[in-house]
């Protein structure tokens, strides 16, 4: 038989106990569901003029709807219901995301100990066995409303924890990424400089060294016209240096250091192209130069990489307008999307393949699956760059992941896990573009930049 709440209190809204007081400043939102009117009415009355806001329910079904219209920051419950008990009401509470956190307090005349079990088991943070006394009722309520209100405090420290940390990862990542630069900078500055007066020596030589040669050789050839019988000593130091060889080998020799040299030089002019030495930090740029620079410092990598031989680039160029960026910011996200595809494919067997594809795609255009895409909406057209690999490919939670600061895959001492990072922060908040990666296991990996062809520029 259910009890009914007692009709005589008297002195109850007193105020002396301090804890009334503290109740009343909490001043929470509290749902009273009871299927008796009077039970409703006196808790509603005991509870408001405590300071807290009450609303109630005469049954489960209408609790569920109002608590969807307006979630409550307390819960009082009665068990014994017709059609949906209190069990249920709990049950179907913590099962929701939105209201699984709501404190859920059980009020019934149930007082067997199965029965306190079972309202703990699904879900309830406290029970009040009726008859109940009011300050019974208005200590546990003030006890659970503060409980909440430290939860939900804590909840919003740990989010500003959080968010604070991304921001000091991201400030890390920042200030170590301009201080790479910065030091590339004046690496290729210093490299630049020294390798380029020998280089500059070695070409002015050479053609001199040339002439020389032909003017000894000629000289050479008029002695043997001219006395075709030489002593015995210059017959045997004629065919120790074998004089016909080398005036056909010579030729070639000198072409072969011409053309190191140039190979030097190339480097030293792509090395200055890739960090932009000198330019201006925002303007317009041969996106195909800057990937074309990237591959010749990667070179000694791509070739003959282990026993499996060269990893083949295959480039798919469209024909594209120049772009307005932060040109060496952005061959860094060349460098580190490609250093990450040879890094992929080292360990792999031939055949190894690294495409690259460009080509121009309209912002009206749909959305490309998965992409990252800080500013959706832009004006104007953009260029598309695909590079794409045929390695062993990454699980789904690792390339998730693969834009998060100081995260890698790689042993102690194989990378910092800043490289993805940076490419991230250059596309996204430096050019409002967009990057993406399509990877599945042995499926090898794909990534997409997207780039405006022009964006008004973000300080460095």
Do not use: W
Not at 152 to 169: D, I, N, V
Not at 210 to 232: E, N
Not at 235 to 248: R, S, T
Not at 384 to 391: F, K, S, V, Y
């Amino acid at each position: 038989m259910r009890d009914s709440l007692p009709q005589t209190y008297k002195g109850y809204f007193t105020g002396h106990d301090m804890n009334y007081e503290a109740t009343g400043a909490l001043k929470g939102n509290i749902l009273i569901v009871d299927d008796i009117p009077n039970n409703l009415h006196l808790l509603a009355k005991i509870l408001s003029k405590q300071g807290y806001k009450t609303r109630t329910a005469p049954d489960g079904q209408l609790a569920l709807r109002s608590i969807e219209s307006t979630h409550p920051d307390l819960i009082l419950l009665d068990i014994m219901m017709p059609g949906m008990d209190g069990y249920k009401v709990c049950q179907a509470l913590k099962a929701s995301a939105a209201t699984k956190d709501i404190p859920i307090i059980f009020i019934s005349a149930l007082n067997e100990v199965f029965d306190k079990i079972k309202a703990f088991e699904v879900g309830g943070v406290d029970y009040i066995t009726k008859p109940f006394q009011e300050q019974e009722v208005l200590v546990r309520v003030s006890n659970q409303l503060m409980q909440r209100q430290l939860f939900q405090q804590t909840q919003s420290y740990a989010q500003q924890l959080e968010q604070t940390l991304t921001e000091l990862k991201k400030t890390q990542a920042q200030l170590i990424q301009k201080e790479k630069m910065a030091s590339l900078g004046q690496l290729a500055a210093g490299i630049a400089h020294e390798i380029n007066n020998p280089v500059n020596f070695i070409y002015g030589n050479i053609g001199m060294a040339g002439d020389y040669a032909r003017d000894l050789l000629r000289l050479l050839q008029l002695y043997r016209h001219y006395y075709p019988q030489p002593v015995a000593e210059i017959v045997g130091e004629l065919n120790k240096i074998q004089p016909d060889f080398i005036a056909d080998d010579y030729p070639k020799l000198l072409k072969s250091m011409k053309d190191g040299a140039s190979r030097i030089s190339e480097i030293v002019v792509s090395f200055r192209n890739f960090s932009r030495l000198g330019e201006e930090k925002y303007k317009p740029v041969d996106i195909h130069q800057g990937i074309d620079n990237t591959l010749v410092i990667l070179q000694h990598r791509l070739k003959k990489a282990n026993t499996a031989g060269d990893i083949e680039v295959i480039k798919q160029y469209s024909q594209l307008p120049k772009i307005t960026c932060y040109a060496s910011q952005l061959n860094q996200v060349f460098m580190n999307v490609l250093t990450n595809a040879i890094d992929a494919l080292e360990a792999q067997p031939s055949p190894r393949k690294i495409t690259i594809s460009t080509s121009l795609a309209s912002d009206s255009e749909p959305a490309l699956h998965n992409l990252d895409a800080k500013f959706p909406h832009q004006t104007s057209q953009s260029v598309m760059i695909h590079i794409t690999d045929n390695g062993c490919g990454m699980s789904e939670e690792v390339r998730r992941r693969i834009f998060d600061p100081f995260f890698t895959t790689k042993p102690v001492g194989g990378g910092t896990g800043l490289g993805l990072a940076i490419s991230h922060d250059i596309v996204v908040e430096k050019h409002r573009g967009q990057i993406s990666c399509i990877s599945a296991i042995g499926g090898g990996t794909e990534f997409i930049v997207k780039i405006p062809i022009s964006v008004i520029a973000v300080d460095s």
